[in-house]
């Protein structure tokens, strides 16, 4: 498998425009998470969802942030508009229990989100 | 909620063994993870403790004290690449996971 793959790597965009961060989870994985990561405040969970619906957004910052999966092999994270201080790496993450048993999370490369 | 304590900062040189201990406070509890990570890398799973006791894999070891709320990582024969942060993590239900604040590890020659 390629692991979890996101795209993508780097973004640089100006304030106010939209932007979309996308991410291939692991086949076979059923949870699914993004991540937001800053020097500040470390690494924060924004939603995570479950067979493609969403559990718990109640990280997500504002409603300018938004995440959708429409499936099980696709998901997005978009702002609209952006703002300066959602600079930060960005990770979507994976994971799934196997026969009970707890293997941890599979990262992506992460989106280096830089809004000016 | 949760919340997490975790030393900022760890220093030790090549060979050594070195403990990086965690400490949490939950309103449920149901495993402490590590994750470690390279500047400029995403976190990679090390390990996972549900139950009490030393869970070992290779160089690094993890163990947990539920009824003290702690854990620690045991990284033996320390080497320049384990120069990295180091994340625990709780979870509630075993699936969403809070981070820790990271501990940097600095390995010297």
């Known amino acids: 498998d390629a692991g979890v793959i996101q795209s993508p790597r780097h973004e640089v965009t100006e304030m106010g425009q939209e932007v979309t961060l996308r991410c291939k989870p692991i086949s076979g994985h059923d949870y699914l998470f993004w991540y937001r990561q800053t020097m500040m405040r470390g690494l924060e969970l924004l939603i995570y969802f479950n067979n493609n619906v969403p559990i718990d957004d109640s990280g997500m910052p504002e409603d300018r942030f938004s995440a959708k999966m429409p499936n099980a092999s696709f998901s997005t994270l978009k702002i609209q508009p952006s703002e300066p201080r959602d600079s930060a790496v960005y990770f979507c993450?994976?994971?799934?229990?196997?026969?009970?048993?707890?293997?941890?999370?599979?990262f992506g490369s992460g989106t280096r989100l830089t809004v000016v | 909620g949760q919340s997490l304590e975790q030393p900022s900062e760890v220093t030790a040189v090549e060979g050594a063994i070195v403990q990086i201990n965690c400490t949490y406070q939950t309103s449920g509890f149901y495993g402490l993870s590590w994750y470690q990570q390279h500047d400029g890398g995403a976190p990679t799973f090390l390990s996972y403790n549900a139950l009490d006791g030393l869970e070992e894999t290779g160089r690094f070891s993890s163990f947990l004290s539920r009824s003290d709320s702690y854990g620690y990582l045991l990284l033996q024969e320390l080497q320049m690449k384990d120069s990295a942060s180091y994340f625990c993590a709780t979870s509630r239900d075993g699936q969403n996971f809070v981070f820790g604040p990271g501990t940097r590890l600095s390995v010297l020659p």
């Open positions: 993450a994976s994971s799934a229990r196997v026969q009970g048993s707890y293997y941890g999370y599979t």
